[in-house]
């Protein structure tokens, strides 16, 4: 009996997806580096920094996403073509963007801790001075959202496990009053 063959990878297609999968790589790296980087701006309490942060994350990671859609088919390719050789070296490479990728991960999960930790600082900072957080001008609650509730009561931003609690007030980089 005859065993149906399969044609290898033409060794340029190999290489370009070996090459692909090693930019894709670099821009997870690069993406982790530049989201620890600007996790270092936020630290002076600009609201205006916060957003242009997000905004650059939230487009950084729509690029990499657009690159691993790109990547998969030249994958797909020498996984389904390839020599053991070009095998063992497609899953080498895809282990070191995989590390590099949970890193990605692990940087866009500390900026959004750190964004979490912001917005519970101004919603008790709003509490303390007797405003519901999303409240209209002249601190009126908008409709259907609650009145303004004593800082005394538990509410989103002072419950346990939210932010670090209604505990004693202290000085902080976001309100400057200290």
């Given at each position: 009996m005859i065993r149906p063959t399969t044609p290898t990878i033409d060794p340029a297609a190999h290489k370009a997806a070996m090459d692909a999968l090693e930019a894709q790589r670099a821009a997870y790296r690069r993406f982790?580096?530049?989201?620890?980087?600007?996790?270092?701006?936020?630290?002076?309490g600009d609201g205006d920094k916060a957003i242009a942060v997000t905004a650059d994350a939230t487009r950084g990671f729509?690029?990499?996403?657009?690159?691993?859609r790109r990547l998969e088919p030249m994958v797909r390719e020498v996984?389904?073509?390839?020599s053991a050789d070009?095998?063992?070296?497609?899953?080498?490479?895809?282990?070191?963007?995989?590390?590099?990728?949970?890193?990605?991960?692990?940087?866009?999960h500390n900026l959004s801790l750190q964004l979490e930790a912001w917005r519970d600082a101004y919603?008790?900072?709003?509490a303390d001075?007797?405003?519901?957080?999303?409240a209209g001008e002249g601190g009126e609650a908008e409709p259907g959202v609650a009145p303004?509730?004593?800082?005394?009561?538990?509410?989103?931003y002072v419950q346990p496990g939210f932010g670090r609690g209604?505990?004693?007030?202290?000085?902080?980089?976001?309100?400057?009053?200290?």
């Open positions: 982790a580096r530049a989201v620890d980087g600007q996790r270092a701006t936020l630290n002076d729509s690029e990499l996403e657009q690159g691993a996984r389904d073509g390839g070009q095998l063992l070296e497609m899953q080498r490479r895809m282990e070191a963007l995989m590390r590099e990728a949970r890193d990605a991960e692990t940087a866009i919603g008790r900072q709003l001075l007797g405003l519901a957080p999303g303004a509730e004593a800082p005394t009561r538990r509410g989103p209604n505990t004693a007030v202290r000085p902080t980089l976001i309100d400057r009053r200290g």
